[in-house]
């Protein structure tokens, strides 16, 4: 960062990786392969970009600030299997990537973690291993079991389509500047892939956790997917109470009720 005097956007929530040290963990649990084409979202100042480069046969990397361009450029100058893709990544058509990206492997911008992360399960369907460094929080969310705390509709869209392979914690002081949370990298493998159904589920997943003190059949009425009564006759059928709240249900459980809801 010195060396280029570059002064970090907070609008954006840059926290530019600047530890080497880190980037043997990541690419350990990202088990990099000198065949894989990886997509790295929020490149910053190309350090990440640079490590992976080295190891596989394609990087996209996805930047939104065209202001690090030149410093991102100059980071990979010796590598010719990097593409730089300025961008907002929430609308670039990243499917459309050629080659198409079988590994998603990012310091994630902190605003766009989870949505990122939603959109690739199903938007991005030849990746088939993600290792994402972000903060502890959200790490704790993506995996969480029913009746936490943590447990929503994250939790239930990336339980239903991989699985955990590792995790790791991550200092502060391995970014720049440190950021006021603690962070984790997370890795995970996929396990199922997705048709023209997921759609209608991540509504409904959405839709029953967007009113959490609500019940489920009433998250969902309020949401406009579907009648109390609508609702309820599906939980009957899955043996499950008229008043239980999304919380309660298992991953496996909304692809039942969506079936019945929200078909395709």
Same mark, same amino acid.
């Given at each position: 960062m010195s060396r280029y005097a570059v002064t970090p956007n907070r609008e954006l929530g840059q926290h530019f990786l600047v530890d080497d040290n880190i980037l043997g963990v990541a690419g350990r649990l990202a088990a990099l392969s000198p065949e894989d084409v990886v997509l790295e979202i929020g490149a910053g100042l190309g350090?990440?970009?640079?490590?992976? #480069? +080295?190891?596989?046969?394609?990087?996209?990397?996805?930047?939104?600030?065209?202001?690090?361009?030149?410093?991102?450029?100059?980071?990979? #100058?010796?590598?010719?299997?990097? +593409?730089?893709?300025?961008g907002d990544a929430l609308a670039l058509p990243l499917a459309a990537l050629e080659p198409p990206a079988t590994k998603l492997v990012a310091n994630l911008p902190y605003q766009v973690a989870t949505p990122v992360v939603v959109e690739s399960l199903d938007g991005l369907p030849l990746v088939e291993r993600w290792c994402v460094m972000v903060q502890r929080e959200v790490a704790d969310r993506f995996f969480a079991e029913p009746g936490t705390r943590s447990y929503g509709a994250v939790s239930v869209l990336i339980r239903l389509t991989a699985a955990r392979?590792?995790?790791?914690?991550?200092?502060?002081?391995?970014?720049?500047?440190?950021?006021?949370?603690?962070?984790?990298?997370?890795?995970?493998?996929?396990?199922?892939?997705?048709?023209?159904?997921?759609?209608?589920?991540?509504?409904?997943?959405?839709?029953?956790?967007?009113?959490?003190?609500?019940?489920?059949?009433?998250?969902?009425?309020?949401?406009?997917?579907?009648?109390? #009564?609508?609702?309820v006759a599906a939980l009957e059928v899955i043996g499950r109470p008229a008043?239980?709240?999304?919380? #309660?249900?298992?991953?496996?459980?909304?692809?039942?009720?969506?079936?019945?809801?929200a078909p395709p």
């Open positions: 350090v990440l970009t640079r490590y992976l #480069a +080295d190891r596989v046969a394609h990087v996209h990397a996805i930047e939104l600030d065209r202001s690090l361009e030149p410093h991102l450029r100059d980071a990979v #100058a010796g590598n010719g299997n990097v +593409d730089l893709v300025f392979t590792g995790t790791h914690p991550v200092a502060r002081t391995v970014f720049r500047p440190p950021p006021n949370v603690d962070s984790a990298l997370v890795a995970f493998e996929r396990t199922r892939k997705w048709g023209p159904e997921y759609g209608a589920l991540k509504r409904l997943v959405q839709g029953s956790f967007a009113y959490r003190r609500k019940t489920f059949a009433n998250s969902l009425e309020l949401a406009g997917l579907a009648t109390r #009564a609508e609702s008043g239980i709240r999304a919380e #309660a249900l298992d991953p496996e459980e909304f692809v039942s009720l969506a079936e019945r809801l």
